[in-house]
Structures are given as C-alpha cells and as structure tokens.
C-alpha cells in the first residue's frame, strides 16, 4: 500500500501510534506535534519521555520558528501531523511539511486515519497521493473506518518494521488479531 518497503499491523490505531510515538523518539529528541493530533500521537509522545514542541494548529510559521529555535544538533528531530485532522477536516499542507522537516533535518510521521481508503490513489491516502511514501519516516493507516475493519498498520522502512517488533510494547504485549480479520482487511483494501 502506498509504495512502502514494508508494514506492521497493530491491532488498533490507538496502539499502532502509541507503540510508534513511544519508541522511537528517546528522551533528548524533540518532537514538534499539531496541536489538533489525536489523543493516541499525544500518549505515544508522553510515553517515550521526548521532549516536545505543541504548535498551533497547520501554523507553519510557527513550526518552523521553533524548528530552527530548538536546534541544538545533538537531538532527532520528529514532526507529527495528521493528513486529514479527525476534528475539523482539514488537510495537512503535506508538501510544505516535507520540505521543513527535509531543510532542518526533521523525520516526518503522518497519521492517515482519515484519509484511509477515501482519498489519494486508490484511497492509498494523501501521502500516495503525494508520491511521498520514501520521503516520511512512517505513515499510519487505520482499518477501522472506511475500511470497516479493525486494527491499524504502519507502513515504514523494513528496518524501522524489525525496530517496531522489537521495542513497541503495543505491539508485543498485546493479543494479536484473529485470521480473519486479515482476510476481511486484505478483501477491504482491494
């Protein structure tokens, strides 16, 4: 989907961005969150200690203010935005994003939940849409709304896939889906 290297399904949205925000950003990196994302980018976020910069809401100005601010080079670096936000609707200016986070050296992680099989190619999203896939660190896509399934997967690197399996406690402690759920997903996304 999208043109990822590989995927990783949780089984809940709130777990595939819980167990993505909480271990990947460590207690030194800062992480720059809209201040619109979902509850469960927020708890990933509390969850990995990082420290973190709350801009206001598609305010680019102001991110890349505090982009350039923060800037110690020491730290990673992460961006967290949703394409399409859960509240109002709005879309993510993805292109203006990807261009800060690429000129002050910042990973970007897009949210798709919204967007998941009603926009972009195919319903692939808006990073599909953007030709972006190789240029986010990770995108989330959930099966729970227009997909009418359940769980949630993480498209990303095989590199960061392997990383996920090993240090993301949503994923390792939780009760993996039944079959089935697979086989309705996989019917879904066709």
């Given at each position: 989907?999208?043109?990822?290297?590989?995927?990783?399904?949780?089984?809940?949205?709130?777990?595939?961005?819980?167990?993505?925000?909480?271990?990947?950003?460590?207690?030194?990196?800062?992480?720059?969150?809209?201040?619109?994302?979902?509850?469960?980018?927020?708890?990933?976020?509390?969850?990995?200690g990082a420290?973190?910069?709350?801009?206001?809401?598609?305010?680019?100005?102001?991110?890349?203010?505090?982009?350039?601010?923060?800037?110690?080079g020491?730290?990673?670096?992460?961006?967290?935005?949703?394409?399409v936000?859960?509240?109002?609707?709005?879309?993510?200016?993805?292109?203006?994003?990807?261009?800060l986070?690429?000129?002050?050296g910042?990973?970007?992680?897009?949210?798709?939940?919204?967007?998941?099989?009603?926009?972009?190619p195919?319903?692939?999203?808006?990073?599909?849409?953007?030709?972006?896939?190789?240029?986010?660190?990770?995108?989330?896509?959930?099966?729970?709304?227009?997909?009418?399934?359940?769980?949630?997967?993480?498209?990303?690197?095989?590199v960061?896939?392997?990383?996920?399996?090993?240090?993301?406690?949503?994923?390792?402690?939780?009760?993996?889906?039944?079959?089935?759920?697979?086989?309705?997903?996989?019917?879904?996304?066709?």
């Amino acid at each position: 989907l999208a043109g990822a290297e590989a995927a990783l399904y949780f089984n809940s949205g709130y777990a595939a961005n819980t167990g993505l925000f909480s271990c990947i950003p460590k207690p030194d990196d800062l992480v720059f969150s809209d201040s619109a994302n979902h509850a469960s980018i927020i708890d990933g976020i509390r969850l990995s200690g990082a420290r973190k910069v709350i801009f206001p809401h598609l305010d680019l100005n102001f991110l890349e203010d505090e982009l350039r601010r923060t800037a110690s080079g020491r730290e990673q670096k992460f961006i967290a935005v949703e394409s399409v936000f859960s509240m109002d609707g709005d879309r993510a200016p993805l292109s203006a994003l990807l261009e800060l986070a690429e000129r002050h050296g910042a990973e970007l992680i897009v949210d798709e939940a919204h967007a998941t099989g009603v926009m972009g190619p195919q319903g692939r999203g808006l990073i599909a849409e953007a030709g972006a896939m190789r240029r986010v660190l990770a995108v989330v896509h959930t099966c729970g709304k227009a997909l009418a399934s359940v769980g949630a997967f993480v498209l990303c690197s095989n590199v960061l896939k392997q990383y996920l399996i090993n240090h993301a406690r949503p994923f390792i402690f939780s009760t993996a889906l039944p079959p089935y759920v697979a086989a309705q997903t996989s019917a879904a996304v066709r």
